[in-house]
């Protein structure tokens, strides 16, 4: 857990609530279930979204939902972030004037858990994007899959919820989980623009499904490897490949399937050597 920059906090308070049901067998159980409330992002005057979240890290949601829409654009001047617990709202306040009313109008639904939305113009943009050609050592995989599998969050803890983190080589270095991998990714484009960290030599991990929302997204954060426990679509492939991302799936024990950027992938780890795990990997209930 030292290692992270930022870590899961499974145990803190108003991201779960106690429920009591029963079992197959009529025995009475205790749970604890992820929570979900609304957060309304504003840019200056002008409401722009309201996303449901497990609510921690309102600031950093807000701006990365802004920045990966296209909405804050490179070398944008912020002049404030101001979240407010009680309204459930945040807005970031620019120095330039922004409008987009024509941008809201396109609204497309995601095939993201907790339907998120995303813009019809989000692609563009993606012509102009140039990766990194990133190395990444099959050894630093395994163990990044390693690291964040076994570290105590709300994804093991409760179940219902995604984990997306960014890491550099073998170490995970910002983990955020929230109802929807969507908002995840978000939080991460939102720290990094917050602390003005560099994107051209990290690696995003998600246990989500890799779409082709969640390469664009990637892609335009500059980020040029994107793996996941999960599988792939078509199109999220087809987009990695047109723009150059590493694009690595179904990594779960010693397994894994690269469908982009192969080249660029050093193994330089045996995957005999490497402890499989159970191909059903059960989440912890909390009891």
Request: aromatic content about 6%; glycine content about 10%.
């Amino acid at each position: 857990m030292s290692d992270y920059l930022i870590a899961p906090a499974p145990q803190a308070r108003r991201l779960t609530r106690a429920v009591t049901g029963t079992d197959q067998n009529g025995a009475q159980i205790d749970l604890n279930v992820v929570e979900e409330r609304p957060l309304t992002i504003f840019l200056n005057a002008q409401e722009i979204v309201t996303a449901m979240t497990i609510g921690d890290y309102p600031e950093y949601l807000a701006l990365g939902f802004l920045r990966n829409q296209g909405m804050l654009r490179e070398g944008e001047v912020i002049k404030g972030v101001d979240y407010d617990d009680e309204l459930e709202t945040v807005v970031v306040r620019t120095e330039a004037q922004t409008s987009y009313e024509d941008k809201l109008k396109k609204k497309t639904r995601t095939s993201g858990c907790a339907v998120g939305t995303v813009f019809g113009d989000m692609m563009e943009g993606l012509e102009d994007v140039v990766l990194p050609k990133l190395q990444v050592k099959t050894s630093d995989l395994y163990a990044l899959a390693s690291k964040i599998n076994r570290t105590p969050s709300l994804y093991l803890e409760a179940g219902a919820i995604h984990g997306t983190v960014l890491c550099q080589a073998d170490r995970p270095l910002v983990y955020m989980e929230d109802v929807g991998r969507h908002n995840a990714v978000d939080k991460i484009a939102g720290w990094m623009l917050s602390e003005g960290v560099a994107a051209a030599d990290k690696i995003l991990y998600t246990t989500g499904r890799l779409t082709s929302e969640m390469v664009i997204k990637t892609a335009l954060m500059g980020i040029p490897v994107l793996a996941s426990r999960s599988g792939f679509t078509a199109w999220g492939v087809e987009i990695a490949q047109q723009v150059g991302l590493t694009l690595i799936g179904r990594m779960k024990g010693q397994r894994f399937v690269c469908l982009s950027g192969e080249e660029r992938l050093l193994r330089d780890a045996d995957p005999a050597l490497v402890a499989d795990e159970p191909r059903k990997m059960g989440r912890k209930g909390s009891v």
